[in-house]
């Protein structure tokens, strides 16, 4: 099966800035695939180009076996748009939003169906103007589903969500790739993108600069396994806790921290030293990188690289 998406020495500049430089990178059917990156990295640049909103200077760009920069209908009834803010008339009703964008599609999904999706099913009649925050970026998510596309590019698709109803949208960005639909993210929240992304790609500075699953990335990280732990008063020597550790150890009122590439090893010599002492490790903790961990430290070397 051919990739949804492929690009190849994806650049674009804008008079003396290098916006994109020379991205390349490949979108399966049915996956998730997340575009991370601080202010500037290229990101917006990058997905406006696969959305067929803005031209490129150089490279090739397929997405759904098709051109966007040549794709006109064809291309624009196969792909829903999730924008950061969809700038649509805020005196029509939820219902006549979704009618008049519905109508753009020739394959378009219920509108029942969509409202139920996103939640919108008891706002349908009310104005997009009273609406909350939440339920106003919600009416945009309808607008990316209503044409039953095969492709979804979501911009902050939760901006302005509660915790809770961010989760359920995670529900339904999983549906939506059950049956098939492939999908492009861009988002500040660390944790959807761990959450939702089959892959990722972390750009700054223009560039791919980490690609992969969220578990690759995190295991290929250099600062490893945190253990932490707080000691109570104890009169054995504390050089037989932290001499032997393969990891490095701090501490401060008596709280110890490690960061180890070997806890496995490590988290056995602290676990026996405690049992011979009959030392109860209190707030005992194992933590491996989480990906907001893994991009920060990315972007941060990035940077330094190229300042």
Do not use: C
Request: aromatic content about 4%; proline content about 4%; overall charge negative.
């Amino acid at each position: 099966m051919s990739p949804a998406i492929e690009v190849s020495d994806l650049t674009k500049r804008y008079g003396d800035t290098l916006a994109v430089d020379g991205v390349s990178f490949s979108v399966e059917p049915g996956e998730v695939f997340a575009i991370l990156g601080p202010n500037g990295a290229g990101k917006s640049t990058t997905v406006e180009i696969l959305e067929g909103h803005r031209d490129r200077d150089r490279g090739s760009v397929s997405v759904l076996g098709i051109d966007p920069a040549k794709g006109g209908r064809e291309y624009r009834d196969r792909v829903g748009i999730v924008l950061q803010s969809a700038g649509i008339d805020k005196e029509l009703t939820v219902r006549e939003v979704l009618d008049l964008y519905g109508a753009a599609y020739t394959r378009r999904r219920p509108l029942d169906e969509v409202l139920d999706a996103v939640e919108l099913t008891e706002k349908a009649d009310a104005r997009v103007r009273t609406l909350s925050g939440g339920q106003q970026r919600r009416v945009d998510l309808a607008l990316g589903l209503i044409g039953d596309p095969d492709l979804l590019f979501l911009d902050e698709p939760t901006t302005g969500f509660d915790p809770a109803a961010r989760r359920r949208s995670w529900d339904l960005v999983r549906n939506l790739t059950a049956g098939g639909k492939t999908v492009v993210l861009t988002t500040h929240y660390l944790e959807e993108a761990e959450q939702l992304a089959d892959r990722v790609a972390v750009m700054s500075g223009g560039r791919i600069v980490a690609e992969g699953t969220p578990e690759s990335l995190r295991a290929n990280a250099d600062r490893g396994t945190v253990i932490r732990f707080a000691l109570p008063a104890v009169h054995a020597p504390l050089s037989e806790l932290i001499d032997p550790l393969v990891g490095d150890a701090s501490g401060r009122d008596r709280r110890i921290e490690i960061v180890t590439m070997a806890p496995t090893a490590d988290l056995a010599h602290i676990t026996t030293w405690a049992l011979g002492h009959g030392i109860e490790l209190q707030g005992l903790v194992v933590e491996s990188m989480n990906l907001e961990d893994v991009y920060l430290e990315l972007v941060a070397d990035d940077a330094g690289a190229t300042s």
